[in-house]
């Protein structure tokens, strides 16, 4: 074995985040790579049947079977615990793997779950259609008054669910002061921290007990893969959803959890460079259409709780056109740089009309309730020359009659 610093808590729990996010669970085979190895197998051998026979029992420790675990998987896994500050994390095949994996593998049949209602789509579709279809009831709430979430609470509600900053109304949601509802009640936090990422803001600081990734959009940060997270204490991990995940198979693949190492190296530079571009781009739409929800903005009705929370406020936000769902169509089709996709947390400027993609499934009234209108855009702004994308702007603002 070489030497393997990044596995050794010793040397780690020193290191400061920048250094966590490149070297942090490096292993080196014997070849002593200084990039991490791509280990592309579903199996493993042994050198004898009594070493494998140790292994299933639990006396003997290393790899059976890429469903439970892989080596250049678990380098991520371990990554992203160091980032976080989280005693252990899982690997998902997707965020909303991740999610699910993080509800289902804790709930049963008669439990209570309070989620905010400004949620990624499919996140809503999991709270409001699969939930109840195995009898766990929810409660959707307005995430950002506090005594709601306090009045939901019933004898048998077991999770609170939420994001912050939310897609795409960007609803800022006080962690602190949730969790600490959460914890008085002996309910388990479970925060979706796709959009600010460990970088910008880490939830379990302000008490969440489960975080979950969708890994697809900040931390890959170049819209190559998908891949998901959910981090928490040893105990949930191990106990509560290992079970579930090691049986129920929604595992990363190795490739994809290669990729996504890669990108976690360069999450602190991109994170802050693209939050810099977006306020920027923020500032231009200001005055330009009828309202910018960015929380980086003073504007932003959130703005000091936004700040408060997150070192930077990210590189996504949304904005109202007017003159409905002819104009911000009509926006669309005008740019040349930036593209219409509904992907986010990409090096590249993104544009989507979120009513009629990302939440078309939601349904108009549950749109409307969170103030996702025909006129609505989501913007993610990339790492291109920040004046390349305001003057695409500015020219398909122009041909959208603004
Ligand atoms: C994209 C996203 C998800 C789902 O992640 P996938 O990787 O697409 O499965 C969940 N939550 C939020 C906030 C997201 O932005």
């Known amino acids: 074995m070489k030497r393997n610093s990044g596995q050794d808590p010793a040397i780690t729990s020193r290191w400061r985040p920048a250094t966590r996010a490149i070297r ?48 250049t998987v678990e380098m991520l896994e371990k990554r992203i615990s160091l980032m976080e500050g989280a005693e252990a994390t899982r690997c998902m095949a997707s965020g909303m793997a991740a999610m ?29 259609s699969l939930l109840p279809k195995f009898g766990i009831e929810t409660t959707i709430i307005d995430g950002r008054e506090l005594d709601q979430w306090e009045a939901a609470i019933r004898p048998n509600t077991k999770v609170f669910f939420f994001e912050t900053p939310a897609n795409p109304t960007m609803d800022i949601i006080d962690l602190k002061a949730v969790c600490e509802i959460a914890r008085a009640h002996g309910i388990t936090s479970v925060v979706d921290n796709a959009f600010a990422t460990n970088v910008l803001q880490r939830p379990m600081e302000y008490g969440a007990d489960v975080v979950a990734y969708s890994a697809t959009k900040m931390m890959d940060g170049q819209g190559r893969v998908l891949a998901g997270a959910v981090c928490g204490t040893e105990d ?66 959130q703005h000091n709780l936004a700040m408060s929370q997150m070192e930077a406020a990210g590189p996504i936000f949304s904005l109202y056109v007017g003159g409905g769902r002819a104009r911000a ?31 078309h499934g939601l349904g108009e009234e549950a749109r409307l309730a969170v103030g996702i209108t025909e006129d609505m855009l989501r913007l993610n702004v990339g790492l291109e020359d920040v004046d390349d994308v305001i003057e695409d702007l500015d020219r398909a603002l122009g041909k959208a009659g603004l």
């Not at 004898?48 to 292994?55: G, K, L």
């Not at 947390?345 to 993104?350: A, E, F, Q, T, V």
């Open 24 to 71: 942090g669970g490096t292993a080196r085979s014997e070849f002593g790579e200084t990039s991490e190895a791509l280990f592309l197998t579903s199996g493993f051998a042994y050198d004898c049947a009594e070493d494998a026979a140790a292994r299933f029992n639990g006396e003997q420790s290393g790899m059976t079977y890429s469903r439970l675990q892989n080596p």
């Open 100 to 128: 699910t994996a993080a509800l289902l593998c804790q709930l049963q049949m008669g439990d209570h779950v309070v989620a905010s209602r400004a949620l990624f789509g499919s996140c809503r579709w999991l709270t409001d």
């Open 329 to 359: 169509h009509a926006l669309l089709n005008a740019l040349e740089l930036v593209d219409i996709s509904n992907n986010i947390g990409d090096s590249r400027s993104l544009m989507t009309h979120p009513s009629s993609t990302t939440h």
């Open 236 to 301: 949930f991990i191990t106990n509560t959803l290992l079970p579930f995940t090691r049986n129920t198979g929604p595992t990363l693949s190795a490739f994809n959890a290669w990729v996504v190492l890669k990108g976690l190296e360069t999450l602190d530079l991109r994170i802050r460079r693209q939050s810099d571009n977006a306020l920027k781009v923020a500032r231009f739409l200001e005055g330009r259409v009828e309202r910018v929800n960015y929380p980086g903005l003073a504007s932003h009705p």
